[in-house]
């Protein structure tokens, strides 16, 4: 039930020609929040102390309606945790009040170390990323 | 057997602190990649004489090494038209001579007038994009 | 003695390779105080309503201190009201409890209309600019 | 006499809702002219080797005309080297065959080593500078 809300404003750095937000700058939106999700704190110590860092292995984005100068939106996250080594992150970005998103994503991160070899989501942050798994289906009974 | 290629030299402003690419800064490459294949003044016209323009409607991109800078990489584009309305383009990253795709993406546009309607793709640019459709399948025989 | 006050935190987006935010990105900070102070709702309906945009004209920036990954910054902005057809924007970043700021500029900015041409800046606007005039030199007696 | 050019042609990316270039977009254009000036492998070398990177110091622009999606300008450069540790790098923006440039600019250069401390410019790259000086003022007679 519980997901991570993240506000975001548009700037005229995020427009393009056709007046509406250009298309990669979702991807930061998207960032933004998982930065605040994980504590921007967090990731920096868990670079300069253990020389780990997540990146992006998989990004799937649907666009419905383009953002425009001005708009106040907010991006929704749900993580799912899979196994020790992905965290699949659902994010969205609504207009306030409305029923269906302007923006949806599954973004697939994985930790690497120094050497961009791949190494387990430490202890902790999977505990984090679980707070904002998705709800459980309904039971069949 | 075609492809359309396009030349990349990462600067300074793609990087992020990791010392890679910022993962967002490739859907712009590939855009790039697109401009020149469908040519700027062909979408400068497009826009300005009868208000149509292309929009990124899906995007899905797998990230499998990071650029640096300084390097000078290849966009490589295809792409399948998928009726009046959608074209999706096969765009992969390459450094040269190596025999897999740094990034690789399947980005699905769609043409909408002023109001965002979805209109169809113009009659002659669908020629020009069927110059660049991937290859048949082997026949059976 | 009164200035206008913009929140900012640093995010990967903002950084380059060096770890530091990426030295083009400080105009970005300070156009989105800008766009505070006057309002964004403010900004799109002068656009939509009368067809009149405020350009960047000149931008003067001192670059003292890099910001990083996770700072919470502040944006201080004077104006000085130069007739009218231009605003100078004295905008400055700061590390809270530091006595001297990170970045600071001058940016100048004039009104132009669809076609580029140079307009006044709108009386309601110029009041707006007024209550974020640096202090009067003290008395010389 | 001899300046240094790059050409750099105008994508979506680069535009703002006003249909032209984004201010500090500008900054990202002068730098990959400088980046083509000194070398990427050189850069790159020089930041892994002795742990050396160029900063910038100050920088001072002058938006003349905005520059629109499609346009193939170029970016024109000469270089003061003032002194071991400070180089000014006179950049500007032309559209081809025109008087005037679009944008003009002063943008200091400084290095500073890892910990951000200023260090002298490299002989061998102030020998490269030099290449770009601008001609000396007329003898008096």
Request: glycine letters at 6%.
């Amino acid at each position: 039930m519980q997901y991570h809300t993240h506000d975001i404003q548009i700037y005229y750095e995020d427009t393009d020609l056709s007046g509406l937000v250009y298309h990669a700058n979702y991807l930061k939106f998207f960032e933004r929040a998982r930065e605040h999700l994980l504590g921007a704190g967090e990731l920096v110590r868990l670079y300069h102390d253990i020389g780990v860092g997540f990146v992006v292995y998989k990004a799937e984005l649907t666009f419905r309606e383009g953002a425009r100068l001005g708009n106040l939106l907010e991006v929704r996250t749900r993580v799912v945790v899979d196994g020790r080594y992905r965290a699949i992150f659902h994010q969205s970005l609504w207009r306030p009040g409305r029923e269906t998103p302007m923006v949806d994503s599954a973004i697939q991160l994985v930790c690497v170390d120094q050497t961009q070899n791949l190494v387990p989501i430490p202890e902790h942050l999977i505990s984090r990323l679980a707070e904002f798994a998705p709800p459980p289906p309904p039971s069949a009974t």
